[in-house]
């Protein structure tokens, strides 16, 4: 079982839907959480971290995570085509060290 | 400010040929990432600097790869004797050095080897 779980997708919602992107991961140790958008042929980008179980807001974009169903997700409010990018999640436990899952990939269609 | 910068952005090499991959992080930032990303996956952690001294190089996958940071600012990753499976993007980061500070990612060096 590989450390942190994504669905490759592609997952496809129309403008303005809200996109639900989620992310497993297999140990009791991790205490962050941190969600990436990465554009084609581009470097990720920290779009959300999260540290405590519960929601975070930042904008259009809310963070969930629950550590002992060990699973983090990302919804992103009102999507726009713009928002189409791999959505890449990690967590890292007590090194600085992140772990990467293989990333989503979203399509938001006009 | 600058942010991380990568060069060259582009390598093309031939296998068994040494290459010489430089990270330059953004000033201040005292911890410096490598990882490398294949086409599809997300991105693999290689080693990890804190200021001159590599604090993690776990991700490291075998000696013909080694990496540098004499001063503590810029990095170089160095890869001996290449193979067509070193082909990838490899990309650097940098952080202010705490454990929830945020990594910010330079544009990736794309290494193919032929």
């Known amino acids: 079982q590989k450390e942190v779980e994504q669905n490759s997708g592609p997952l496809s919602v129309p403008e303005g839907a809200i996109a639900s992107l989620n992310c497993t991961y297999s140990?009791?140790?991790?205490?962050?959480f941190f969600w990436y958008r990465q554009y084609s042929g581009k470097s990720p980008e920290l779009i959300m971290s999260i540290y405590s179980n519960g929601d975070k807001e930042d904008g259009r974009f809310t963070a969930q995570l629950n550590k002992a169903s060990q699973y983090v997700s990302l919804l992103i409010r009102d999507s726009q085509p713009s928002d189409s990018a791999t959505y890449l999640c990690a967590k890292s436990g007590g090194s600085y060290i992140p772990t990467f899952g293989r990333g989503t990939s979203l399509i938001v269609h006009p | 400010g600058a942010g991380v910068s990568q060069t060259p952005s582009n390598k093309v090499t031939e296998k068994g040929k040494y290459v010489e991959l430089r990270c330059d992080p953004i000033?201040?930032?005292?911890?410096l990432y490598w990882y490398r990303q294949s086409l599809g996956q997300g991105p693999e952690f290689l080693i990890y600097?804190?200021?001159?001294?590599?604090?993690?190089d776990s991700g490291l996958p075998n000696d013909r790869f080694f990496a540098v940071r004499p001063e503590g600012s810029v990095s170089t990753l160095k890869i001996q004797r290449t193979e067509r499976g070193d082909s990838a993007m490899y990309l650097c980061?940098?952080?202010?050095?705490?454990?929830?500070?945020?990594?910010?990612f330079g544009p990736g060096t794309r290494l193919t080897v032929l």
């Open positions: 000033s201040g930032h005292t911890a």
């Open positions: 600097f804190q200021g001159t001294g590599a604090a993690d």
């Open positions: 980061a940098s952080s202010l050095g705490g454990q929830h500070d945020t990594q910010y």
């Open positions: 140990d009791r140790v991790s205490q962050s």
